[in-house]
Each structure stands twice: as structure tokens, then as C-alpha cells.
């Protein structure tokens, strides 16, 4: 099945020639690299011209967003397959090899994702992206449950039939896009696993990702939404587990306010996450200590 790699590239001049290169090394022959410059202000549009013919780059003129100019790729590409990558991050070995091998395999099988490695600005790791503990979980189920946890198919690990990816309309234009996905594939699609590390994610201390309080808000509203307008995700999981679910994000937002000192916005979460989950305990006692800053 030919393969269409999907970079989306926003003010990525630092890292895109490195990341680009990484693809290089591993795709295959009758692949396709397509490159979305998403409206980059800075050197990008120079580097990704000096690929020349090995890349397809096409051009937004102003930014719109990792999900939305994945999207724009992926409506252009030729191959059966998609595979995602961020201009910011590696390829590692096997990155395709392993996940088309799953899709081939596996017929039943939509979307086959993988584990990545966590790395420095440099390139030094850090250690798996996903825990063992969690990793032998999805190799057992990628269902809904799972994927309620948080969000573990990164797109730079992923491999999904294109009219599967069509079925589910592609990526989401609000951020969290990947964790959105993963909630919508995991109702609609058959996921498969595969524990090996197939890219390194630099954790850039300027990504969306460290933000952490603002990123903690952003997955309630994913979550929040997802349950709203997926009623029949009731039908895979119980509602409890859904409520839970919501409640354990607000727990984490909570955290994350009371650290910055905003003890009325952490009982306010608070009192969410018990009013969802009332049988945690340890969210009432929380919601308690929080309430002894506010007065």
C-alpha cells in the first residue's frame, strides 16, 4: 500500500530540515512526503524549498493550526496509507516499516499506532512517552476506556487507512487535535498497538504541552465535548466511567490552579470533579484544603 507522509510546519526553521530528513531516511520507495507550511513567518518556506522535488510543500497564508493543516495535507495525498509527523520532532527507525507492517498483517485493523521516546531540546532522551504499565494495557485494548486516559496516539506514531481517516473527518481545528481523534477512532475504528518506539518528541519548553495549565484546560473542553456529542460512547463504557473520566481531568486542572496560587479557581474545579465523581474521596479532601486558602 503506498504511503503518504503529512508534515504540518508553523515557524519550525529550528528543527524542520532535521525532522525532514529523518523521513527521508526511513521512507519508502514509492512514498510521498506532503509538507504544509502553515503560514510561517520565518525561514521554513527557504529550507523546505531547498528539498526540491523529493517534497510536495503546500502554502497557507496565514496559520490555521496543526489539525487543520494536517487536514489540507492529507486531502492531497496520493497513498492508501497516512502517516503524520510534527516539523519539530525525529523519525526513528522503523517509524513506517513497523506500523504498515500491522496494516498489512491485519486487514481488520484501521489505525495502528506506536510508542515514542521523550528527548531534550538536543536530542537526549528522556524515556518512553508511554509507561510500561500503560503500554501493556493498549496491547491488551485500544478501546475507549483506554483512550479516556489521555491522549496516547501522537500522530508522529501513527499509521490509518485513508478512508478511515476520511470516515472520521480528520483532525479537529481546536488544540488537543490528537487526543480528539483518538477518542472519535477509538468509537469507529479498529486500533492496534505496537510498544516500540518509532519517534522522538522534543519537548520544547515553547510548546503548547508545557503550558501546562493552560493545556490542563484545554483537555477538559476536548473531553467535555467528546461526551456531549458522542452519546453513543455510553454504549462502549459506562456513564460513570465517562463522568469519571471528565472528573479526573478536572482533578488535574485543579492541581494546576492551586500551584499558580488561584485557590478559588481550584475549589471551583474542585467541586466539578466531586460533583462528577462523588465517591472519590480524595477529591472531596482536596476540594477541602483548597477551600482553607480562599478563606
Same mark, same amino acid.
Given at each position: 500500500?503506498?504511503?503518504?507522509?503529512?508534515?504540518?510546519?508553523?515557524?519550525?526553521?529550528?528543527?524542520?530540515?532535521?525532522?525532514?530528513?529523518?523521513?527521508?531516511?526511513?521512507? #519508502? $520507495?514509492? %512514498?510521498?512526503?506532503?509538507?504544509? *507550511?502553515? &503560514?510561517? !513567518?520565518?525561514?521554513?518556506?527557504?529550507?523546505?524549498?531547498?528539498?526540491?522535488?523529493r517534497l510536495r510543500v503546500l502554502r497557507n497564508d496565514a496559520p490555521s493550526g496543526p489539525g487543520a493543516a494536517r487536514n489540507r495535507g492529507a486531502a492531497v495525498a496520493q497513498g492508501e496509507v497516512l502517516a503524520f509527523h510534527d516539523a519539530d520532532d525525529l523519525v526513528l527507525p522503523g517509524?513506517?516499516?513497523?506500523?504498515?507492517?500491522?496494516?498489512?498483517a491485519r486487514p481488520e485493523v484501521d489505525l495502528a499506532f506506536a510508542n515514542g521516546m521523550r528527548c531534550d531540546p538536543q536530542g537526549a532522551p528522556l524515556?518512553?512517552?508511554?509507561? #510500561? $504499565?500503560? %503500554?501493556?494495557?493498549?496491547?491488551r *485494548?485500544? &478501546?475507549? !476506556?483506554?483512550?479516556?486516559?489521555?491522549?496516547?496516539?501522537?500522530?508522529?506514531?501513527?499509521?490509518?487507512?485513508?478512508?478511515?481517516f476520511a470516515a472520521l473527518g480528520g483532525f479537529a481545528s481546536e488544540r488537543a487535535e490528537d487526543w480528539d481523534l483518538a477518542l472519535r477512532a477509538s468509537l469507529r475504528l479498529r486500533l492496534a498497538f505496537v510498544d516500540v518506539p518509532v519517534f522522538a518528541y522534543r519537548q520544547n519548553p515553547d510548546s503548547v504541552t508545557a503550558r501546562r495549565r493552560e493545556f490542563g484546560e484545554i483537555?477538559?473542553?476536548?473531553?467535555?465535548?467528546?461526551?456531549?456529542?458522542?452519546p453513543e460512547a455510553a454504549r462502549q463504557?459506562?456513564?460513570?466511567?465517562?463522568r469519571e473520566a471528565v472528573a479526573s481531568q478536572l482533578a488535574r486542572c485543579a492541581r494546576l490552579r492551586d500551584e499558580a496560587g488561584d485557590s478559588a479557581g481550584a475549589v471551583a474545579a474542585w467541586t466539578r470533579a466531586v460533583t462528577l465523581?462523588?465517591?472519590?474521596?480524595?477529591?472531596?479532601?482536596r476540594r477541602w484544603q483548597a477551600a482553607r486558602g480562599v478563606a
Open positions: 500500500m503506498k504511503l503518504s507522509v503529512v508534515i504540518a510546519a508553523f515557524d519550525a526553521a529550528r528543527f524542520v530540515g532535521p525532522a525532514i530528513d529523518s523521513v527521508l531516511r526511513e521512507l #519508502p $520507495r514509492d %512514498a510521498e512526503v506532503v509538507v504544509v *507550511d502553515d &503560514g510561517s !513567518r520565518d525561514e521554513t518556506g527557504q529550507i523546505l524549498a531547498g528539498y526540491g522535488a517509524r513506517f516499516a513497523v506500523l504498515q507492517a500491522v496494516l498489512d524515556g518512553p512517552i508511554i509507561g #510500561p $504499565r500503560h %503500554a501493556r494495557r493498549l496491547a *485494548d485500544c &478501546g475507549l !476506556r483506554e483512550m479516556l486516559r489521555g491522549g496516547v496516539v501522537y500522530p508522529q506514531a501513527t499509521c490509518v487507512r485513508r478512508e478511515a483537555l477538559v473542553r476536548v473531553l467535555e465535548n467528546f461526551v456531549a456529542t458522542h463504557v459506562p456513564e460513570r466511567v465517562l465523581a462523588p465517591r472519590r474521596l480524595r477529591y472531596r479532601l
